[in-house]
């Protein structure tokens, strides 16, 4: 070997030692055991990498991007966001062009419902990206959603939908839309939905309750099966298929799916409170008050179970129960005329006929073009002695029959009935009332149905 112009040569010993020095001065690489931790949380070992992970952190002084990537990973998962969201924070520090790692600030952020500031990372990330990623443009467009800026929030779920038709970025395009009102445009998505994810069960599911709201019942039936053909225990496919059963008065066939619905949603307000109608339907009175309190248990403010509570007990007689129960559904939404129209009927029974009639008259100020509103106030007023006000309503009534509303056959009935006691017996006065009892009871139970219909998104 040449050193300085001199020739020198070095023995076996010398080289061995050289060969030690120059090995000791080569530093470790940072990556080391990156394969090892990623095969270990791949593999599920999770404590060996969760020692390993720390190991290595101590090794490179925090200063392997990876191996703090994968230990917020680790507390992610196991629920710890607040300390997850700092580990991909000194992420982000070592990185701060890495759209990944913005895009999980950005995810513990919405977990933790900071919604403005997950917003701002989701945007930084889109700035870092480089090509189309629909996952980002999906959860811009949820943050937009949280925080009610509907428009910007259609924008980034159709960019979503564009790049990759997926069936989460069609979920929350029906979402938005349902939001603005525009149910047509959200059965178009839906069916589009369907189209491009022909096996997802969650789709045929929202495509069916959608046609259910819109009074398409056959097209309604039709998506729910299909979802059940695909997963038999979707419980929101249940719920639907049980809904349009107990339309069409099949309380059995409605039970049955609702029972197998039960065990997959036991807190569902919904599902408790049809299930207690079925029951009152078949005329037993127990079962359905417990299961309507089995609702209300989950949810006191509900003002629907409440209004139906008062349906039931007014038709045991408990009639100081039911008073209660519709004074509570009235104070929650003095806004809905059935509400009232339920008041009324507890406090003739009550024989308080002076305010039996303003609750019937606060009914019909709520819903005036209601045909069903209208009739049970000629009722009330028949059946407290105001004839002649009763028989005004009446007219009102058959107005508006001759514009061509449709009605069931139990409150043509009555309404005959009352015709006839008005001008032939009016001395009878109390077989009409107790007509519209039952033919309001009828009305109010399917009015409600077609409330939780409309709700179905929360089951």
């Known amino acids: 070997m040449m050193v300085n112009g001199k020739e020198h040569v070095f023995s076996a010993k010398s080289r061995i030692a050289m060969k030690e020095a120059i090995r000791c001065t080569e530093p470790a690489p940072l990556e080391k055991f990156n394969w090892l931790i990623h095969l270990l949380h791949v593999r599920g070992d999770t404590d060996t990498c969760k020692k390993l992970i720390n190991s290595e952190i101590l090794r490179s002084d925090g200063k392997n991007e990876y191996v703090c990537y994968k230990q917020a990973k680790l507390l992610k998962e196991s629920g710890n966001i607040q300390y997850a969201l700092e580990s991909f924070q000194k992420c982000v520090k070592m990185n701060p062009n890495n759209a990944d790692n913005l895009k999980e600030v950005a995810k513990c952020l919405y977990k933790l419902r900071r919604f403005k500031l997950a917003l701002k990372a ?13 996952h980002l443009y999906y959860y811009i467009a949820q943050c937009y959603w949280k925080l009610r800026d509907l428009n910007q929030a259609k924008d980034y779920a159709h960019k979503s939908v564009k790049v990759a038709k997926q069936e989460e970025s069609y979920a929350i395009l029906v979402k938005i839309l349902l939001d603005e009102g525009d149910i047509k445009s959200a059965v178009s998505v839906a069916n589009a939905a369907v189209e491009s994810c ?16 819109i009074g ?12 059940l053909a695909l997963d038999p225990t979707c419980s929101r496919a249940l719920f639907g298929i ?15 799916k609702y029972k197998i619905a039960v065990p997959y949603e036991p807190d569902s307000i919904s599902l408790w409170n049809n299930i207690g109608i079925c029951f009152y339907s078949k005329q037993k009175y127990v079962a359905a008050i417990s299961c309507l309190k089995k609702g209300l248990w989950i949810s006191p403010c509900n003002w629907t179970l409440l209004f139906n509570l008062g ?6 007689s408990q009639t100081a129960s039911a008073f209660n129960f519709a004074c509570a559904a009235v104070n929650f939404r003095p806004d809905v005329a059935e509400c009232f129209e339920l008041l009324a009927y507890v406090l003739l029974e ?8 303003k609750a019937i008259r606060q009914a019909c100020i709520l819903a005036p073009s209601n045909t069903t509103t209208v009739i049970n106030a000629a009722v009330v007023l028949h059946v407290a002695g105001s004839s002649e006000n009763a028989s005004i309503f009446l007219k009102k009534f058959e107005e508006l029959v001759s514009e061509g509303q449709t009605l069931s056959n139990e409150i043509l009935e009555l309404a005959e009935k009352l015709r006839l006691s008005l001008r032939d017996a009016p001395g009878e006065h109390l077989d009409p009332a107790n007509k519209a ?3 309001k009871n009828d009305t109010a139970v399917q009015s409600s149905d077609e409330r939780l219909v409309l709700n179905g998104d929360e089951v």
Not at 122 to 131: D, T
Not at 216 to 226: G, K, P, T
Not at 242 to 256: K, S
Not at 350 to 357: G, I, T
Request: hydrophobic share 35%; charged share 20%.
């Open 122 to 134: 989701y945007l930084e990330a889109e700035l870092h990206s480089k090509y189309g990623d629909w």
């Open 198 to 213: 022909p096996d997802s069960a969650k789709m045929f599911t929202e495509s069916g309750l959608l046609y259910l709201k």
């Open 216 to 227: 398409q019942n056959q097209h309604a039936f039709e998506r729910l099966s299909q979802a």
């Open 242 to 256: 049980g809904c349009i059963t107990q339309m069409h008065q099949e309380y059995d066939v409605a039970l049955t």
């Open 311 to 316: 349906l039931v007990y007014l038709a045991t």
């Open 350 to 357: 009550l024989k308080d006929l002076e305010n039996a009639q």
């Open 437 to 439: 009892d039952q033919s």
